[in-house]
């Protein structure tokens, strides 16, 4: 089970932190993702991370202002999101997955598990 929380209302430039805590099973060989659907667009990838190697992998609209990190101790994968622009506006889902490897890392259907998402609204 994933949980999803910390998106809010921000103003643009600003910054929110996400947090996806991962419940129920240990999650020392899986990776997560975070994605992004905004309103009448299709699902976006926007970063996921592998924890066993911490290796991560970035779109290319969020390189260099978002940053994912994950601490074992609580198996919570974080999302934080610097210099947010209005075009960041959208429902943000965390999935997870056991099978998943750096390739893969930006496809949806390698994901085995989703959490209810958190929106994200920054205002220009």
């Known amino acids: 089970q994933l949980q999803a929380s910390g998106g809010g209302l921000v103003q643009t430039g600003g910054s929110l932190r996400l947090s996806c805590v991962h419940s129920?099973?240990?999650?020392?060989?899986?990776?997560t993702g975070w994605f992004r659907q905004a309103p009448g667009k299709e699902r976006e990838f926007l970063v996921g991370?592998?924890?066993?190697?911490?290796?991560?992998r970035y779109a290319d609209s969020v390189k260099g202002r978002f940053t994912i990190s994950r601490d074992r101790t609580k198996n919570t994968v974080y999302l934080q999101m610097n210099s947010l622009k209005p075009e960041d506006t959208g429902i943000y889902s965390c999935?997870?997955?056991?099978?998943?490897?750096?390739?893969?890392?930006?496809?949806?259907?390698?994901?085995?598990?989703w959490g209810q998402g958190t929106l994200v609204t920054v205002s220009s």
């Open positions: 991370i592998r924890w066993s190697a911490g290796s991560t």
């Open positions: 999935a997870a997955g056991s099978r998943i490897i750096y390739s893969n890392l930006d496809n949806p259907s390698a994901y085995d598990y």
């Open positions: 129920g099973r240990t999650i020392s060989d899986w990776a």
